[in-house]
């Protein structure tokens, strides 16, 4: 990060305070400098600099500002927790970490402010837990580099959304959003593994008491609404289509033998084995398949949401 921006924030409000010899961001209050060439000699503004007893200036950190102004109780704790942030976090951690939040309020700034705080939130404590996510380097031969950049923290956002779809029922169009910044199938699963069992643990979803059963309906119930409703975003497939596919949607899974409705009959459903989302995408494609209303091209216009995009490098006829 530039030597001109804060490293926390990535403000450019800083200020030298030279009778202390720091550094200050005015925005968020990091000291990003200490122990700076001060341009006065001691005793030049204090005589009896002498009789003076030194201050714990990492205590005065904690309660009060850049300003020496007293924190708040509130301001203590997030005094606290941002020490104890930067304390984890190595310097390029810090940076990434930067660069993402930055991506997060520029290209995702249609999400709500809430929603932008929680996966803000996410993203601090994933850091904090896991440091080693700051040596990702994954990417593939045929990108350019300012792409690759890119692709790996919008991927970091994108598998946090797919996580809080399941979880909070955010309704989240992580799909959409895949083929909006063309991100490469291969490297969203591999940092959905790399990163997603951090992720899981964040947000609580390890740690809530649903049986399997009911956790694999919800997964299934969230995916087919995520995908029939970005495929009624074309204009070519009208609400009343859209609610008849989810209808015959929902009777195919009840025919897989999937708990939609209740436990599953068979210890082996046929497509147990495989992930809710690639199910719910199959239901959909199947139920499509039975609406013979639908013309040719609302048929292809289905194919192209559920296909998702396409992997880069593929060789093409």
Not at 4 to 10: L, R, S, V
Request: with cysteine; proline share 5%; hydrophobic share 30%.
């Amino acid at each position: 990060m530039s030597d001109n921006t804060c490293d926390e924030c990535g403000s450019e409000q800083l200020t030298n305070y030279d009778d202390r010899g720091e550094l200050i961001c005015e925005d968020c209050g990091l000291v990003k400098e200490t122990n700076l060439e001060a341009p006065w000699s001691p005793g030049e503004r204090d005589p009896n600099h002498a009789q003076r007893i030194g201050i714990n200036i990492d205590a005065l950190r904690e309660t009060r500002d850049a300003n020496q102004i007293p924190l708040t109780p509130e301001q203590r704790r997030q005094a606290r927790r941002l020490r104890y942030i930067q304390h984890r976090m190595n310097p390029r951690a810090s940076e990434l970490l930067a660069e993402i939040r930055q991506l997060l309020e520029t290209e995702f700034s249609d999400l709500p402010t809430t929603t932008r705080n929680r996966i803000t939130q996410i993203l601090v404590q994933l850091f904090c837990r896991d440091p080693s996510v700051s040596a990702i380097r994954k990417s593939s031969s045929n990108r350019e580099e300012d792409d690759s950049w890119k692709q790996i923290r919008v991927s970091f956002l994108l598998v946090i959304m797919t996580y809080l779809n399941e979880l909070e029922n955010l309704q989240l169009q992580v799909p959409n959003l895949k083929r909006h910044h063309q991100i490469d199938r291969d490297l969203f699963n591999w940092m959905k593994k790399r990163i997603g069992s951090t992720v899981q643990g964040i947000i609580g979803l390890e740690s809530r008491r649903l049986g399997p059963d009911e956790y694999r309906r919800k997964q299934l119930l969230n995916f087919v609404n995520v995908y029939l409703v970005e495929i009624g975003n074309d204009q070519e497939l009208s609400p009343v289509l859209i609610h008849r596919i989810r209808e015959i949607t929902h009777e195919v899974l009840v025919e897989w033998d999937e708990p939609l409705h209740g436990p599953s009959v068979s210890d082996t459903p046929p497509h147990g084995s495989k992930s809710a989302e690639r199910v719910a995408k199959l239901a959909i494609a199947e139920a499509s398949r039975q609406l013979n209303s639908l013309s040719s091209n609302q048929k292809k216009i289905i194919e192209e949401v559920l296909r998702g995009p396409s992997r880069r490098g593929s060789s093409t006829a």
